[in-house]
């Protein structure tokens, strides 16, 4: 089901920095370097529909710089409303190539190159939010990797309700764990730089709710920093209800060891296991358990791969 049609996104082509889809926005007074982050994924067209109603709000900050930036257009391109799931990547997924040696690397493909193109811009923010949305049906959340600080950040968001403090993939880093965005906070308490990084998960893909997620992220984050003007935010803020957050701490990836890996059960994402022990899926014909009692279930992943992540593991921090 999908309620989103895929956003025209070539009034965002001409940007202001000489990159095709990253726009800048310099207020010429000294502040924060914000970036949001849309179409990691080709299919996730929430973040690109929040770019584009943030462009036709005529956000313009009243202090440090804003860069908006559509990531994998390619991917997008071959955006099929019938087969949505088939354009995440062209060649590789955008979202685990953020390590020094594959960027450096002699590795080519259409992700590599868009990434080593957008690169500087990640290595110059203060502050990312790179929008996302999910296979399944779900509650949003954020994920805030490992550092102190990203969670406290999504913390003052206030929203989404649910958030994840994880490692990523071991298929490759993501970027919002890419170079500084994950030096530990000790380092940074050293003096080291340390910027920010959250990567939004809206909703489910093609939902209209989860783009109204996305862009309410959007003002909220610049809200934060206070690189717009509070009236201009209480204005074009969505209707989102606020409840307390749930924090949960990621304590197993679990992930595919072969192409036969299937869920015991038609898991949402965030759904609670009440005891240890507990069979939520095989892979190679072997069980796949639960490891304690109230086990959180994070975006478990109906079709994987072998290398893939099937489910992450979580406990709600009391
Ligand atoms: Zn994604």
């Keep these: 089901m ?29 502040g924060p370097n914000l970036v949001i982050n849309a179409l990691c994924h080709g299919n996730e067209i929430c973040g690109a529909i929040a770019l584009k109603r943030l462009m036709r709000l005529g956000v313009q900050p009243s202090r440090g710089r804003l860069t908006l930036i559509l990531a994998n257009v390619a991917a997008y391109q071959r955006f099929d409303p019938l087969r949505p799931l088939a ?33 500087p811009f990640y290595q110059q923010a203060d502050a990312l939010l790179d929008l996302h949305s999910m296979t399944q049906f779900c509650d949003p959340l954020m994920l805030c990797g490992r550092t102190e600080r990203a969670r406290n950040l999504a913390l003052s968001l206030q929203f989404p309700r649910w958030v994840v403090a994880d490692s990523g993939h071991a298929a490759g880093r993501r970027l919002i ?5 994950s030096v530990p906070d000790a380092e940074a308490a050293k003096g080291a730089a340390a910027p920010i990084a959250l990567l939004a998960e809206c909703g489910q893909h093609g939902l209209a709710a989860a783009a109204e997620v996305a862009f309410a992220l959007c003002l909220r984050f610049l809200d934060h920093f206070r690189l717009i003007p509070s009236s ?43 005891h240890a022990g507990t069979i939520i899926g095989h892979d190679q014909g072997l069980p796949v358990r639960t490891p304690y009692d109230d086990c959180i279930l994070i975006m478990p992943a109906r079709k994987v791969r072998r290398g893939q992540t099937m489910v992450r593991l979580g406990r709600i921090l009391s």
Excluded: H
Aim: charged fraction near 25%; hydrophobic fraction near 45%.
């Design 2 to 30: 999908s309620d989103l049609v895929p956003p025209d996104i070539m009034p965002l082509r001409q940007g202001t920095v000489g990159v095709d889809f990253v726009t800048g926005l310099d207020s010429g007074v000294p």
């Design 177 to 181: 764990d890419y170079g500084a965005f």
């Design 87 to 119: 354009s995440r990547y062209v060649e590789q997924d955008f979202n685990r190539l953020w390590s020094e040696s594959l960027l450096d690397g002699d590795g080519v493909s259409v992700e590599l190159q868009r990434a080593r193109m957008l690169r």
């Design 232 to 274: 201009v935010i209480a204005e074009a803020m969505p209707a989102i209800a606020l409840t307390p957050q749930k924090v949960v701490i990621v304590t197993d990836v679990v992930t595919a060891q072969s192409d036969e890996c299937v869920l015991a059960a038609d898991y949402a994402g965030l759904d609670r296991v009440p």
